[in-house]
């Protein structure tokens, strides 16, 4: 799950440029995802060491904001996604709050979506070979 949580944090500071700890807790929990403040701020401490946060107290909150250094390693690889592929990842992310996962019809559809995928990167591994 802390890849999960650290995936979604970094995408967060791209999109937002920070993160408050807690409303982030509460964006992942309105999305059926619950995450501990430990699994959030574990990740947010490691960034902040490696200088790709600093932080800021805004009001109560601790406001983690992304430096450059930050915002250059966590997009530099992001350009060389292919679409087929970054497209098939937002669609299995999407999915996964709500997938039945006692229901065929749900895995089964979650399933199709990740042999999709492994078809796309299989592709990939062949033309760059």
Do not use: C, R
């Not at 107290?57 to 983690?64: A, H, L, P, Q, R």
């Not at 997938?99 to 492994?118: C, P, Q, R, Y």
């Amino acid at each position: 799950m802390h890849g999960i949580i650290k995936a979604m944090l970094i995408k967060e500071l791209i999109e937002k440029d920070y993160v408050i700890g807690y409303q982030f807790k509460k964006t992942m929990n309105a999305t059926n995802i619950v995450v501990s403040n430990g699994a959030i701020f574990y990740n947010l401490k490691k960034f902040e060491d490696m200088n790709y946060v600093y932080t800021k107290m805004e009001g109560k909150s601790k406001k983690y904001i992304l430096t450059p250094l930050g915002k250059k390693e966590f997009t530099k690889h992001l350009d060389l996604v292919p679409k087929s592929i970054e497209i098939t990842m937002q669609e299995l992310g999407s999915q996964i709050p709500f997938i039945d996962w006692t229901k065929v019809k749900d895995v089964s559809k979650f399933s199709n979506s990740i042999e999709k995928l492994n078809v796309l990167i299989k592709q990939l591994l062949e033309e760059i070979k």
